[in-house]
Structure formats: C-alpha cells, structure tokens
C-alpha cells in the first residue's frame, strides 16, 4: 500500500503532462485548421481573380472558357485541400479527445487503487464505476478519432484528386492558350496579306484612274481649230455702233478689252472703255457713267448685277443689250437685259474638268491638289466643281481642298505668301491650281524660296503670258489655256447677232477653244505679245461668219 501511494504522484505528474500534451496537440490543430481556411480563401481570390483574367484577355472564346474551366478547377483544388485540411484538424480533434478519455479513465483506475489501498468499500465501488464510465469514454473516443481519420484520408484522397483536375485543366488551358496565339499569328498574317491586296488594288485603280484620264486629256494637247459659233449671220451688221466696256483691274480684263476694241473696229464700231476695281461702289459708278452716256450696248465681266440693278433696268428699257462674261449672272434677255454671257459656269467647270483629268494622269490617280478660290469672284465656282467632280467620280485615291482667298490678298500681291502657308500646313499636298491666271503670279518663285518646288507642281487655267514662259522653262507643270483676247471677240460676236436680229444660242452657248499647255505641248498659237490665242484663223472665222471674209 506504502508503494502504491509513493506512485500515485509521479502518475498524476504523468497525467497532468499528459493532459498538457493533448492541450497543445489541440491548439495546434485549430491552427493548421485555420491556415487551411485561410489557404482556401486565397486560392478562391486567386481562382475569381484567374477567372476575370481570363474574360478579359482571352482573344478567343475557346481560350477563355480554357481559362476559366482551370481557375474553376483550381478553386475546387483549393476547397478540396480546405477539406483536407479541415478533416485533418477533426481527426487531431478526435485524438486529442480520445487521449484525454484514456488520461480520464487512467485517473479513475489510480482513483481505484486508492480506495482499494485505503480498504472503502464505499470508495471502492465509487472507484469503480468512475473507472467502468472513463473507461467507455475512452472506447468512444478512441472510435471517433478512427472515425475522424478515415474521414480525414478520404478527403486527402479527394484533394490529391481535385489537384489532379485541376493540374489537367491548367493543361488543357495553356493548349487553348496556345492555339489562341497560334491564331492571333495567323490572323495578324491574314490581315497583313489582305492589306498588302487593298494596297496592290488601289494601286491598280489609280493605274486604271490614271490611263483613263490620260485618253481624255491627250485630244486637248493640239491647238484648237474652231472658234465656237460658225453658223453665218444672216446680214452684215451695221457700222457705226458705240460700245462701252467696264473694264476691271486684272491684266485678263485689259486683255479682253482689247478683244472687243480690235473685233468692234472690223464692224465699224467704237469702244470706249470704262475702269472700276470690281467693288460694289465702283461697279455701280462705271455702270451709271455709262448710262450717262447712252451707247448702243455696254459689255461688262465678273460682276455680280445686283450692284448695278439700277442702270441694268434703265438700260434694259432703253433696249440697250448688256454682254456679260465671268460671271454668274444669268442671261434672261429683255427679262433682266442680259443677252449674252462669255466664259460663265459651263465654261469654267470645263476647265476644271480637263484641269482634273490632266491631275489624275500625271499623279499616276493619286493627286493631292490645293485648289486657290477667290470668293469675290463667283464664276471660280465652276472651276472648283469641276475638279472635285472629276476626282470624285475617277480617282479613288485623289484629294481635293479648296482654299479662300480674298481680291484684296490678290490685289495686294499676298497670294503667293498664302499659297506656301497653305502648302506647309498640308505636308501631303503635291499640286497647287488657280483657277485664273493672274491669281498665281509669284507663287511659283515662292514656292521655289520655300524650298518646296520638288514637291509641288502649279497648275491652273486661263495662263497669262509669264505663265507660258514659266510652262516652257519646266517651272510651271499645266494650265488649261483658253483665248481670253477670243473673249472679246465672242462678245462682240452677240452683239453682231443681236443687231442683226438672228437666234442667239449658238453665240451664248459655244464654248470657248481650249488647249493643255505642258513643257511637251506643241503648236501653240500665241500673239507678238506673247498671250495666247489657240486657233490660228480666229480672225478669218469671226469675218467670215459677219459676212466680211
């Protein structure tokens, strides 16, 4: 009994020790549970974070459901190893408390022997079922925690699956990956062939632009032969008539004043000339002078007749004829006294179209053009059409600006300063037009100071006299020559069917003879002063028609 009792604290000491161990075995299972938990919350982020990933960067359907099916795989990796880990934890759980119900039940048999030593009867059967009842919670414990592992190298064996899954969805998706970009390659290849074709047919439709235009353009490099109206009048108008010509600043309107003063003179008739600088005031002054003086018709260009409504209606009812040219105005007879009109809209949208021709056949169908407008010139508006008509409807790789400027810059001479602006501000720009050509005297020399005459070519319509010497010398690339001394001509020319009383379309509606001139044009017909006249016999027609030939 002595050596019973000398036991009894070394096996207490052993069951506290004991009972400490299976303290710690439980606090350590609640922490690999609670890493586990926090493992699985991380691998869900990390899955939903792999799967957004996926539908944002997946070009293809095929590589973003691959995506996604692996991060869902790996999410149920991850919740699969929290189970494991879960079941691992229950499992020490389960051994912790069984091993507390041995440590309980070792108790009770020292708790026995105690009695027993001690000779209670009372004690000892007390001893006895508190060790029978430790004694069963052990068994039972002993049985969860078996419970506890089986479950436990289930789920093991559930994770060691789940990883499996997703390792082979994480295959299957690094192959879809790779066929995307496999396809993203060959895509990228296909698009590059299919641009590469795009650009092989605009060059052939610019080719195909350029050859077309090119046919159009070759009737017009001879000189003309016909002055438009040929049909003889029907009498010899008679002499003695006096004409006024409101003459406007441009070298062009002396031109044609010169025109009518050399035909009126085979007529028999006098001209005299009245100056104004094509503004509102000036126009409506010449025109009231001219009232004043009360002639037999008045011939007038690039006015609009709203400045002078008031001496057109005078003049309209004294039957004074009124011949226009370079204008808008319209031609409407005794209606408005307007009875003829000289190089208006048709006229000038022709030389826009044979100006854009000749553009898509030496750009190859891929013209840049500025073109110069002066809005204070309305019949310009023709030209401008012509172009942008042309370019539209046979160059698909051609393009057209129209650039304002006003009669004050062209007066002033700030034009050509306008024109290299224009061109520096539009770096693709290989061609500049002027729709006259006084509206481009000294673009080409300031075109040349800006460093820019190897990328620009001048062209235009209606070449004065420099612009021929400029053409002939290679500085100047094509103009669209029309005989502005011709101009006068046909306005004397209505005049002469008017007088005599004959049908006036033929002389209103014949355009003027036109000619491309280039460095390689040949057969220009010029005067001793160096301005174009186009058809050699001009003068022989023109008499021949009025019964003087």
């Given at each position: ?70 991060g869902r795989a790996e999410a149920a990796a991850a919740s699969a190893q929290a189970s494991s880990a879960g079941a691992d934890a ?46 069963a919670e052990a068994q039972a414990a002993q049985e969860l925690a078996a419970a506890a592992q089986s479950e436990a190298d289930e ?333 006068g001509w046909r306005k004397v020319d209505i005049l002469a069917a008017f007088f005599v009383g004959d049908d006036l379309t033929e ?43």
């Open positions: 009994m002595k050596k019973i009792r000398l036991l009894l604290p070394a096996l207490i000491a052993a069951l506290a020790i004991l009972a400490g161990a299976c303290s710690s075995e439980d606090s350590d299972a609640r922490d690999l549970a609670q890493q586990a938990l926090d493992e699985a919350r991380a691998a869900r982020s990390e899955a939903a974070a792999a799967t957004a990933d996926a539908g944002t960067n997946a070009s293809g359907v095929g590589e973003a459901l691959a995506a996604a099916e692996a229950a499992a020490a759980l389960a051994e912790a408390s069984a091993a507390g119900a041995a440590a309980d039940a070792a108790a009770a048999a020292a708790a026995l022997a105690l009695a027993t030593a001690e000779g209670s009867e009372e004690a000892i059967r007390a001893a006895e079922a508190a060790l029978a009842e430790a004694q789920a093991r064996t559930a994770a060691e699956a789940a990883q499996s899954e997703a390792d082979d969805a994480r295959s299957a998706a690094e192959a879809a990956q790779s066929e995307a970009d496999e396809a993203r390659t060959a895509a990228a290849e296909a698009q590059a062939q299919a641009d590469s074709a795009q650009a092989q047919a605009d060059s052939a439709q610019a080719q195909a632009d350029a050859a077309e235009a090119t046919i159009g353009v070759s009737d017009l490099l001879d000189s003309p032969t016909s002055i438009g109206p040929r049909t003889p009048l029907s009498a010899t108008p008679e002499p003695g008539k006096t004409l006024i010509w409101i003459e406007c600043p441009t070298p062009g309107c002396v031109l044609v004043g010169d025109g009518i003063t050399d035909a009126a003179a085979h007529l028999g008739w006098t001209v005299e000339r009245i100056g104004h600088d094509l503004t509102p005031e000036g126009t409506a002054g010449a025109m009231a002078q001219a009232v004043a003086q009360n002639p037999d018709a008045v011939l007038i260009s690039g006015s609009v007749n709203a400045f002078y409504e008031d001496s057109l209606a005078t003049l309209n009812e004294r039957g004074v004829p009124v011949i226009d040219s370079s204008s808008v105005n319209e031609v409407g007879g005794a209606a408005n006294g307007i009875y003829g009109m000289v190089q208006g809209i048709p006229q000038t949208t022709a030389y826009g179209q044979v100006l854009g021709s000749w553009l898509v056949a030496d750009s190859g169908g891929n013209a840049k053009v500025l073109v110069f407008n002066v809005p204070d010139v309305p019949v310009l508006t023709g030209f401008n059409a012509g172009i942008s008509a042309v370019m539209a409807e046979t160059c698909t790789n051609c393009e057209v600006e129209i650039v304002d400027v006003s009669f004050a810059d062209l007066l002033g001479g700030a034009v050509p300063g306008l024109v290299v602006s224009a061109l520096q501000a539009n770096p693709d720009a290989g061609y500049v037009a002027c729709g006259f050509g006084d509206l481009c005297i000294g673009v080409i020399g300031a075109i040349a100071e800006a460093g820019l005459a190897d990328r620009v070519k001048l062209t235009g319509a209606l070449p004065n006299a420099g612009d021929f010497g400029a053409i002939a010398a290679g500085d100047e690339a094509a103009f669209v020559a029309a005989p502005e001394y011709m101009i002389a209103q509606t014949a355009l003027l003879p036109m000619q491309v001139i280039t460095p390689a044009t040949t057969g220009i017909v010029r005067d001793d002063g160096g301005n174009y006249i186009g058809v050699a016999d001009y003068e022989a027609q023109f008499l021949a028609r009025w019964g003087l030939g």
